[in-house]
């Protein structure tokens, strides 16, 4: 199949791509890198009348150091212009998974603003930028807000970007402290998206010794959209175990079931995946 | 020899890799149209109603549908025509054509298929072979329409009328049942394999358009124009001089390309349309023209304390979807070769192809024996851990060897297979019976294990080839052929054979593509037979050449023909260098000025056909032997398999181009072990649901294990051109079952026997056996775990 016929326009301007954005009807869409636009638009399960082409906005792009020591990333940063960020590479999980999304080509075009909003339930960063307290910055012409990444997902494809808004940015708090961090993915051997994964992030605000205190396990690839595991979550800060925390991984959560794995491999899947997340960010720092 | 067993660089490289190359989608004619095809949304339906007027009227497109087939044969088929052009009464599976449209452009043509109206009356289907012959199935060809056989080794096949079964093959020897009863140890299993599909880069093409005097020229993606051209010559009424079939590069076919695909679809559609038409498929309508055939075998053996198989019955039931295609004859090469290449005094060997409502299968590399060799080959090692021997010692033991007489009555010659066996253990580091336990992993949680197996294929026989080589007075020569370059690399090889034939520098010898305006006739380019048959058709040629030189080089140099030496394109007497000639001058001497050509020419038919009565005779030219070791890695705690290491050997006969063989070793290795871990195309409800490289697992360079070895070994042939047998597909049908012994190695015993082995089949069949007691991370490697549905501990 190929597309459909639209109606193409290219912002050369952060205003320009606002402007157009606020006289779109519910069939325009923003064109990042088109890694997951154009195939679904091949297919035709999206069929839009017009694309606004943001790929030359070059404001859009590159990792900045903010004051707290967190970090800024422009929407349309590459994979690959963020894995070859030194910046990354206190979060360990970071440089876990970029590598393993996709293909060169697909990391040489596919970009965090992208993958983010695209709310793909497979997709591996999301769930990574959960468990790292992301917020997502968006502006549109009648402002800017700046939204909690744990409050952005609505479900599969679906969030709550509105129809004008553009993610600009998306933010994350330093690493600090005793900060371990971690990402397990089984793939999907085709696409390399995930059947089951886990971003695991822990920590000790005493430093040292003793029990974990923090924890954050992002999961993808089981639900409808990536989502925070909080009773594994709960689990491993009061038991400390790996496996223990696993079995909670998909409470309250309905597995998603495919032919690539069906509901109870997946729900298998996801648990070793969790287990092995937090059994490697325990042994390492970062 | 200077051109022989020498890594020639291929000739069609520069232009591929520079993106140079022309294929049949390049082909722009002017005021051609561009083809769409609508196709069934329903697995099995009456034809109710099709309107195209809508289309015809707003959008002003030509439109081929079962009302434009008066004045033809509608139907096709390889074996038998069943095929229709356009869906007639009925639809057999999801993706058949119902409708095709030309228009200006292949936008238009897509809009208008929206246009076509289509009224189905849904009929119940038959999604498998045992469905499609249970009581009451839906019959979907009640006839077989045999057409004039083209093919000689069909004879043997038995047609069935009124069955969904197509076609049976049976051959045996001894009497399974006297043997079977009396053997110490029985084995009796059902091994499975699902459809699976090629994953040619091009996709099919092809273009057709009417000259002006009735003849009918097709461009198309093709791997036996020769075929191509008597199935529309007998569409038409036509003379097969008044059809020319011309084939540029194939970007790969692995079988798929074989026996008439788009080429009927075109060839209607620009005679109503008067103007040429082009049809290339998109990669969802692929999976639907051409698969390979799933099967489920049934595999009883009879073995002994002593370690000899004495019995094997072997029940071989194929998929061969909604239209025969090349089925019978797939289904019948699987079938005598699904006993294996082991001396078994008392066999019965049958094979079912079996019509259901699915795409049609047909040939895919391998050609109907990954299908068995997976049965007979993992057994092989259940036996041998029943016994508590070593499984290798068990094939040493067992083998067929030179001057063996095969199951269809086969005398058997340039038999090098013991040989592949021997290097291929050595290669993947077998131990003997310790190699059938469980190695450890640094990794928690998982364990590797290494596997072996061998394979015995035999070749499309009798066929045809034929060949004719011109030398030019200017020292070149062109070998005018009908085999197809689809990346297997017989333009570069055939050169080479050329070359050393004459003794021609490798560089003067050019080859053509097919053109059956004037390249010779070839049966196929299938069935790894071009360098064996089309090798020998070009060295009989070009030795005919090669004897014209000499005899007027002889007069010349008032020699003896016998005392004379060519080598690199210099005619001269052996020990007297200076007494020689140029081609040229050879030329000039001849001709009086260096004018004209020298021609060769040569048709080559091996001989053999089996017998109607009992399958029986000749099966094949001769015989592809291999074999193939894996060690893997598994994830105890996913199922999830990482192949570590491949090896395959392959007994070349004579290795022509090595570097060729090593590819064509690494591309069925890369293609078996798709197969073997992750392939499977998935039906809901009769549709495909994976018809995408996005969701149908292809192994990609992740999958590639971080060693292989090509190995090859030299078994001659005296009919192979410098003894030469085929092996482009002979390393694959070993893959799978050396995957799934190393598996079941790795395991403790457990063995799986459904394909693919996806991780979650794996880390199931791992609980299973944690469950039952047995062992799966090696705790009871002894030989004692016999594991899954099979072994007598199970009767
Ligand atoms: C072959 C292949 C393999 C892949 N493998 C993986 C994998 O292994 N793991 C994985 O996680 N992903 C994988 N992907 C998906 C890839 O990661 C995504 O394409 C990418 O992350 C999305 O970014 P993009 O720039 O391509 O988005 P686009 O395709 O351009 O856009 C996606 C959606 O987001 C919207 N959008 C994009 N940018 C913005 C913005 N700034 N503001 C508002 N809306 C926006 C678009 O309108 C569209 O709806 C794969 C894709 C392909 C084609």
New binding site residues.
């Given amino acids: 199949m190929t597309s459909l016929a639209f109606d193409y326009r290219r912002a050369d301007s952060v205003d320009q791509a606002l402007a157009l954005l606020a006289e779109a009807d519910p069939g325009t869409?923003?064109?990042?890198?088109?890694?997951?636009?154009?195939?679904i638009m091949k297919t035709r399960l999206?069929r839009?009348d017009r694309?606004i082409d943001?790929?030359r906005l070059n404001e859009?792009r590159g990792v900045n150091r903010l004051g707290d020591g967190g970090l800024s990333i422009g929407?349309?940063t590459?994979?690959s212009e963020l894995l070859a960020n030194p910046a990354i590479t206190v979060y360990g999980l970071l440089a876990d998974v970029l590598p393993?999304?996709?293909?060169v080509?697909?990391?040489n075009?596919?970009?965090?603003?992208?993958?983010?909003?695209?709310v793909?339930p497979?997709?591996?960063?999301?769930a990574c930028l959960l468990v790292l307290d992301a917020e997502v910055v968006?502006r549109s012409a009648r402002g800017g807000r700046t939204i909690a990444l744990t409050s952005f997902f609505e479900g599969a494809?679906n969030s709550v970007?509105l129809p004008d808004?553009?993610?600009?940015e998306i933010r994350l708090p330093a690493a600090s402290g005793d900060y371990r961090s971690a990402y397990r993915a089984q793939?999907?051997p085709?696409?390399?998206?995930?059947l089951a994964g886990a971003a695991v992030v822990i920590g000790r605000s005493t430093g040292g010794g003793g029990r974990f205190d923090r924890a954050a396990i992002g999961i993808?690839g089981v639900g409808e959209c990536p989502y925070r595991a909080s009773a594994a979550e709960q689990e491993f800060l009061s038991s400390g175990d790996p496996a223990a925390a696993a079995a909670h991984a998909t409470d309250g959560v309905l597995v998603a079931s495919d032919i690539h794995a069906d509901r109870e491999y997946r729900t298998a899947l996801i648990r070793v995946q969790v287990r092995r997340a937090l059994e490697a960010a325990i042994e390492r720092v970062g | 020899m200077t051109s022989i067993g020498i890594d020639a660089p291929r000739v069609d490289g520069p232009a591929k890799v520079t993106g140079q190359a022309t294929y049949t989608a390049d082909i722009v004619l002017p005021g051609m149209l561009h083809a769409k095809v609508l196709r069934s949304t329903l697995p099995h339906a009456r034809l109710v109603r099709i309107d195209v007027s809508a289309a015809e009227r707003e959008l002003g497109v030509i439109t081929l549908t079962r009302d434009d087939l008066a004045g033809i044969d509608p139907y096709y088929g390889a074996v038998l025509k069943d095929q229709p052009v356009v869906a007639i009464d009925r639809v057999l599976f999801a993706g058949d054509v119902v409708a095709v449209v030309a228009a200006e452009s292949r936008d238009i043509a897509e809009e208008a298929l929206d246009l076509i109206e289509v009224e189905y009356e849904a009929l119940p289907s038959v999604g498998d072979p045992f469905a499609a012959q249970a009581p009451g199935a839906p019959i979907l060809h009640a006839e077989r329409n045999t057409p004039e056989v083209q093919f000689l080794d069909m004879k043997s096949v038995h047609f069935q009328a009124d069955s969904n079964v197509c076609s049976i093959y049976h051959v045996a020897q001894g009497d399974f049942e006297a043997g079977y009863a009396a053997a110490d140890h029985k084995f009796d299993d059902v091994y499975t394999v699902p459809t699976i599909q090629h994953g040619h880069m091009e996709p099919h093409a092809s273009t057709a358009y009417w000259e002006p005097g009735g003849k009918l020229v097709v461009h198309t993606a093709t791997q036996n124009p020769s075929v191509i051209r008597t199935q529309l010559a007998e569409m038409f009424s036509l003379p097969e001089s008044m059809v020319r079939v011309i084939v540029p590069y194939l970007g790969g076919g692995y079988g798929a390309k074989t026996y008439p695909k788009l080429e009927p679809i075109v060839a209607v559609l620009s005679r109503k349309a008067k103007r040429p038409v082009s049809l290339v498929l998109t990669r969802e309508e692929v999976f639907m023209t051409a698969v390979r055939h799933a099967a489920s075998v049934r595999i009883r053996t009879g073995i002994n304390n002593d370690g000899q198989i004495v019995a094997r019955k072997v029940e071989a039931t194929y998929d061969t979807g909604a239209y025969a295609d090349i089925g019978p004859r797939t289904c019948k090469n699987g079938g005598y070769a699904s006993g294996g290449p082991y001396r078994i005094e008392h066999q019965d060997l049958t094979s079912y192809c079996v019509y259901t409502n699915r795409p049609p299968s047909g040939a895919f590399r391998g050609f109907g024996v990954p299908q068995v060799c997976w049965p007979y080959e993992s057994q092989m090692d259940d036996m041998a851990r029943r016994l508590g021997v070593d499984p290798v010692a068990l094939r040493r033991q067992n083998l067929i060897h030179e001057g063996d007489t095969f199951v269809t009555g086969d005398k058997l010659i340039a038999i090098g297979l013991d040989k592949c066996l021997e290097e291929v253990a050595s290669a993947i580091g077998w131990k003997g019976i310790e190699s059938t336990r469980p190695m450890p992993s640094d990794k928690p949680g998982f364990v590797r294990g290494i596997g072996i197996a061998v394979m015995i294929k035999s070749t499309m026989t009798p066929s045809n080839s034929a060949a004719s080589v011109r030398l030019n007075s200017d020292g070149s020569a062109t070998l005018l052929t009908s085999s197809v370059e689809m990346g297997q690399g017989p333009h570069t090889a055939l050169a080479q054979i050329v070359a050393e034939t004459i003794g021609l520098p490798l560089n003067r010898v050019t080859i053509t593509f097919p053109d059956t305006d004037f390249t010779p006739y070839d049966q196929s380019t299938s069935s790894s037979r071009t360098i064996f048959s089309m090798g020998h058709a070009a060295q009989k040629a070009g030795l005919q050449i090669r004897d014209q030189l000499l005899e007027i080089a002889a007069k010349q140099l008032e020699a003896s023909p016998g005392d004379l030496q060519i080598e690199e394109g210099i005619i001269a007497v052996k020990g007297s260098p200076d007494r020689s000639l140029t081609i040229p001058q050879a030329f000039r001497a001849h001709f009086g000025t260096p004018v004209g050509s020298l021609f060769g020419a040569f048709d080559f038919q091996t001989t053999g056909g089996l017998r109607p009565e009992d399958g029986k005779g000749k099966a094949s030219a001769f015989w592809f032997l291999s074999a193939a070791g894996a060690e893997v890695e598994v994830d105890t705690r996913t199922g999830k398999i990482r192949v570590i290491k491949a090896v395959t050997v392959v007994d070349t006969g004579k290795t022509i181009n090595p570097r060729q063989c090593w590819l064509q070793n690494e591309g069925s290795m890369l293609t078996a072990l798709g197969s073997a871990l992750q392939e499977e195309m998935v039906f809901d409800n009769g549709q495909p649901v994976n018809s995408s490289?996005?969701d149908y697992l292809m192994p990609s360079m992740e999958d590639y294990p971080d060693e292989f070895q090509s190995m090859l070994v030299e078994t001659p042939h005296p009919e192979g051109p410098f003894g030469a047998k085929g092996m482009g597909e002979a390393a694959l049908g070993p893959v799978a079952p050396a995957i799934g012994n190393a598996v079941s190695n790795a395991l403790g015993g457990i063995r799986l026997r459904d394909l693919p082995l996806r991780p979650e089949r794996v880390l199931d069949a791992i609980d299973a056996a944690a469950a039952s007691g047995a062992a799966a991370s090696g705790a009871a490697a002894s030989g004692a775990a016999g594991a899954g549905n099979g072994g007598e501990a199970a009767r």
């Fill in positions: 869409k923003v064109l990042a890198g088109g890694h997951s636009l154009l195939p999206a839009p694309l943001i790929g859009l929407a349309l590459t994979y393993t999304i996709g293909d080509q697909v990391r075009r596919g970009t965090i603003g992208g993958a983010v909003a695209h793909d497979a997709a591996d960063l999301p968006v494809f970007l808004e553009l993610i600009t793939e999907q085709a696409s390399g998206y995930a993808t | 490289f996005l």
